[in-house]
């Protein structure tokens, strides 16, 4: 644990360098962090670029049936979810800057914004994953702003794609996190080449303690997948692989996201 806490304050007193110390108070929505099942905690996900308005409504309607936390669907479909789940306890959200984070910060805060007012109640954004390789803390700090702002009241998921990063470059990443006001962080797009494991979970946990949330996602096929990243932290667990996993079988298609993009 002593090699986690010197990782640790390295981090922090580079982010200090940069930013100067953390804001006192830091406002975050509330964010759903908790479920009685394991169904509860699942973000039922289909991302792919092929997926059509009938995959959709099959997806939503999927997700009353286990009572899955979320359905997560591209922008272009919030509209849809949220007819489709108007009276349903299942949230819809949605990703911004997906799956790159190489956008203009200006356009994944209008993005968030615009997703929100069509019925969007979460947002996960992807990081600005090139600012943060270039050593550019506070262009990273202030893309999640930007996007926590847009996205308000709803609550902010930020995807670090922990594939490409080192562990330092994970924890910096958490540490912004938490004074930006988003209220979660999150492994993986499942398009960057990589996806959760629990050791990046419970690194990252160990970055954000109980002020944020921690959601896996990208390579979770089966119940023991989730279970696994839950038991290293994770709060929430993002899956295109849902209903096998709450069912239990062994995932032979993986349906419908994406971490071979298949895999969400």
Known sequence: MSAVSDLLAEAQSRIDDAL??????????????????????????????????????????EAREFGFASVCVNTRWVPLAAEELADSPVMVCTVVGFPLGAMARRAKAAEAEIAVAEGADEVDMVLDIGGLLSGDLAAVYEDMVAVADGASPAPVKVILETALLTDEQKVIACLLALR???????????FGGGGASAADIELMRAAVGDQLGVKASGGIRTRDDAERMIAAGADRVGASASVSIVAGEADSDSGQGGAGEDDY
């Not at 009685?36 to 939503?60: S, Y």
Request: with cysteine; aromatic share 2%; hydrophobic share 40%.
């Open 20 to 61: 100067g110390p953390a804001p006192a108070d830091v406002d975050r929505p509330e964010a759903v962090r908790s479920a009685d099942d394991l169904a509860g905690r699942i973000d039922h996900t289909l991302l792919k670029a092929d997926a059509t308005q009938a995959a959709i409504v099959e997806l939503c309607a």
């Open 180 to 190: 930006s006001g988003v209220a979660y962080v999150k492994t993986s797009t499942g």
